[in-house]
Every structure is written in structure tokens, then in C-alpha cells.
């Protein structure tokens, strides 16, 4: 879903609605299994910082240095913030 919701309102230029309507005519299901998309919840997931790019030296401010270390600085990457509550093993 984000991908097409890239590519579509990104690079075609369409409107998140129009990506709203075609997504249950595709019959692309949400993460609940529901066929009823809102452009709400599309704005709300394409704005996550998963997936804005960010660079080794952004990441390094928040992640160890070790994890920044085996980036590669001519890239960029996403980042998913773990909640505390999922512990570490």
C-alpha cells in the first residue's frame, strides 16, 4: 500500500482520495482486513518516519554508534522507533 500510495500521489500526482477509492477496488484489504480505506490513515502512514530517508549522520544522533557505524554514509535509510515495552533480547 505505501509503495502504490508513492508511486501514485508522489509521482502521478494523484490525490490521496482517488488513492482512498482505488485501494478497496483493487481489493487491497488494510492491516485490520477492513475494505474501507480514509485518506486520514494513508496521510497518516506515508508521514511515518519509516519512511523519510535519513542520513547516517541523523541516525547516529539517535542510534548507538555501533548500528551507525555499519551504515553505509552514501545512503539513506528509514527508521522504526521500537517502543520500550517490547524489551530486548
Same mark, same amino acid.
Given at each position: 500500500m505505501?509503495?502504490?500510495t ?5 509521482v502521478?500526482g494523484e490525490r ?5 477509492c *482505488? !485501494?478497496?477496488?483493487e481489493r487491497?484489504p488494510?492491516?485490520?482486513?477492513? @475494505? ?11 508521514? @511515518?518516519d519509516?519512511?523519510?530517508?535519513? *542520513?547516517v =549522520? ?5 542510534a548507538s554508534? @555501533?548500528?551507525?557505524?555499519? !551504515?553505509d554514509p552514501? =545512503? @539513506?535509510?528509514? !527508521?522504526?522507533?521500537?517502543?520500550s515495552?517490547?524489551?530486548h533480547h
Amino acid at each position: 500500500m505505501v509503495r502504490r500510495t508513492f508511486r501514485t500521489d508522489g509521482v502521478e500526482g494523484e490525490r490521496l482520495y482517488k488513492v482512498a477509492c *482505488t !485501494l478497496p477496488r483493487e481489493r487491497v484489504p488494510t492491516s485490520t482486513g477492513k @475494505q474501507a480505506w480514509s485518506e486520514i490513515f494513508i496521510r497518516k502512514v506515508i508521514k @511515518q518516519d519509516v519512511y523519510k530517508p535519513n *542520513t547516517v =549522520k541523523e541516525i547516529a544522533k539517535i542510534a548507538s554508534l @555501533q548500528v551507525a557505524a555499519r !551504515l553505509d554514509p552514501e =545512503k @539513506q535509510y528509514g !527508521l522504526v522507533m521500537v517502543p520500550s515495552s517490547w524489551g530486548h533480547h
